[in-house]
């Protein structure tokens, strides 16, 4: 840490001797797995392990001799700032994202939308696209309405195949997983259907990725953030399946759809899951223990370019193509994810190298559809430049790839079975872990109302005392235990409610710090405007390359929402960001608390 530390204290130093007022602050992210580890081999409490570590950081911090504000110091763990973290997730839970206006809005206009008009007109970020009118709504009970409602939320509950870490406990972020295990600790990995909060980062994709043009970031940092947002063009298509369901795939080669010789769903696709338990697959047996297996691996091994091509082909149902009504095989294999696009791939192994190597391994029609390269039987021709022309594609015969894109786009338009679509890669932030030491969700659940959120008079929601901070052995945070705290009155109806037991991600309280150095002890707002106003954006952010795509990503999202509230005046929270690299301990090793391999100040200064 001093590494970093020591650069910024230089320039803070230099800048008050050049007259300017300079915040150089420092506080402590003191939620996370590692104290929460410490505690269940220890026993002892994690709040007071974080005292006695960020009292001993203090000490050494002092005995450097860095220039920081100690007046403004801040710890993640304290009621005090938590209550604003929570405070900033009920405000997501209560908004949702107008597409039309590109912001978040309150929730109560989206009501108020439903009730006049239904969807009609509805132009909203949402995990699926609902269609029904203003008297539909109006039938639908007080449940039934928090559960559509809870499609658009900002902050919403969602049942989502996620990376759980068994020796952990928890469900781990992608980010947090490393090479099929856990970045802390090493420990193994595997797929896992959840119910889980999430955040609606995808909303803010584009505004992300359009505000990098805007910030003094280094090229390698923004490029890093660019292709973690991962946009890409295309088109939505409907295939037909021979037992009728629809299968939407993403595309962004709409061109070679007469190329389309089988499809690919993921190993998780519900439609797979439909199909096994009505019987309609004669290899079920099959099937299932590849979904087993595909589930231990992480989302970067099943991608790996260079991996074998492993899948099952579906005996008993095919697809159909679209565009020329032929029959085609459906395999499911784990390179295709079911969190990216729709979990489901038209295969066209002429003209993609995966596909055609998928092809080849299982037998599979390799038809060139793109002119211009070389036998497509020995490998595929990929270009995609003035120098491919369409062949064996029907009307699309004679045009070039960049004229035939928009073309057959616009016919699947005419046909109703497809329509232009941009895709991004980043995916909603799951919130939930099931731990103790983080904040507390402040969402109480109720029979009759569904998920309500708790009064904003009400917070801080403090963490209760438990007898043990081991999961439990359902997978339930250990607060679960709790029946006192859990058991509470819903704040809509007054009746029987429970409290959310899982708490939020360590990255939470640090995707706003930065603000709450602006005006540590104001008791009645996240800052004050003046404050804000005076302060903002942060000049000069120096940080580790690792964060890219966590902390920074997070961040830039949890400021925007902020942002489209009016609490903050800037679109972008950090003007400048540099990276100082990372020293290394024995082996090569990048050091870490978590490996063990640090130097202490106390034996160098």
């Known amino acids: 840490h001093p590494l970093g530390y020591i650069s910024s204290d230089i320039y803070s130093r230099y800048k008050r001797l050049c007259g300017f007022n300079v915040l150089h602050p420092m506080g402590f992210d003191a939620y996370g797995l590692p104290a929460e580890q410490h505690a269940i081999e220890t026993g002892q409490h994690p709040e007071i392990t974080t005292n006695k570590n960020i009292a001993r950081y203090i000490e050494q911090l002092e005995n450097i001799g860095l220039s920081f504000d100690w007046s403004r110091q801040i710890r993640t763990c304290d009621p005090e700032y938590y209550k604003w973290t929570q405070w900033a997730f009920l405000k997501m839970f209560g908004s949702y994202y107008d597409r039309k206006a590109d912001r978040a809005m309150p929730i109560e206009e989206l009501e108020k939308h439903f009730a006049e008009k239904g969807t009609e007109g509805v132009d ?286 616009k016919w699947l338009e005419e046909k109703g079975i497809g329509a232009a679509k941009v895709n991004y890669k980043l995916r909603d932030w799951v919130f939930s872990r099931q731990r103790y030491w983080g904040e507390p969700i402040p969402m109480v659940y109720c029979e009759k109302c569904g998920w309500q959120p708790l009064p904003e008079s009400e917070l801080p929601l403090l963490l209760p005392e438990v007898e043990s901070y081991e999961p439990t052995d359902d997978g339930e945070s250990p607060i679960s235990k709790m029946t006192d705290w859990v058991n509470t009155t819903c704040p809509c109806c007054g009746g029987p409610g429970k409290r959310e037991t899982d708490t939020m991600p360590q990255w939470a309280g640090s995707s706003w710090y930065f603000l709450r150095y602006m005006d540590p002890h104001n008791g009645k707002a996240l800052a004050s405007k003046e404050a804000l106003d005076y302060w903002s954006p942060v000049d000069w952010y120096n940080g580790g390359m690792e964060h890219t795509t966590l902390h920074l990503l997070y961040s830039r999202f949890w400021h925007k929402f902020l942002y489209d509230l009016g609490v903050v005046p800037t679109k972008e929270p950090y003007q400048k960001r540099t990276s100082h690299g990372m020293i290394l301990g024995e082996g090569g090793e990048k050091m870490s608390k978590s490996r063990g391999n640090v130097v202490n100040p106390n034996d160098i200064v």
């Open 124 to 409: 909203a970020a949402c995990t699926k696209e609902l269609s029904f009118t203003a008297a539909d709504w109006g039938a639908m009970s007080d449940k039934e309405k928090a559960d559509t409602l809870m499609n658009y939320r900002l902050a919403y509950l969602g049942y989502s195949v996620v990376n759980w870490c068994p020796a952990l406990g928890t469900v781990l972020a992608n980010d947090e997983v490393v090479d099929g295990v856990s970045e802390r600790g090493g420990h193994p990995v595997e797929q896992k259907k959840m119910w889980q909060w999430f955040l609606r980062v995808s909303a803010y994709s584009q505004r992300l990725l359009d505000g990098l043009e805007k910030i003094d970031w280094s090229d390698s940092i923004k490029e890093t953030q660019r292709n973690w947002i991962g946009r890409s063009t295309g088109a939505e298509v409907t295939f037909k399946s021979t037992t009728g369901d629809d299968i939407v795939v993403f595309t962004t080669r709409p061109d070679t759809l007469f190329g389309a010789t089988y499809m690919v769903l993921s190993p998780e696709h519900e439609l797979v899951r439909g199909w096994l338990e009505s019987g309609r697959l004669a290899n079920a047996g099959e099937v299932a223990a590849y979904q087993k297996t595909a589930a231990s691996k992480s989302d970067l091994e099943r991608t790996e370019l260079n991996k074998e091509k492993t899948g099952v082909k579906l005996d008993g149902v095919r697809g159909v193509n679209p565009v020329n009504g032929k029959e085609i095989p459906i395999f499911i294999s784990d390179y295709v994810l079911s969190t990216y696009g729709t979990g489901a791939i038209m295969a066209v192994p002429a003209h993609d190298d995966r596909d055609w190597e998928f092809a080849k391994k299982f037998g599979l029609e390799i038809i060139e559809v793109v002119s211009g390269g070389k036998d497509v039987q020995k490998a595929a021709f990929t270009a995609k430049d003035e120098t491919g022309i369409l062949v064996n594609s029907d009307f699309l015969n004679g045009l070039t790839v960049k004229d035939a894109i928009p073309a057959v786009t």
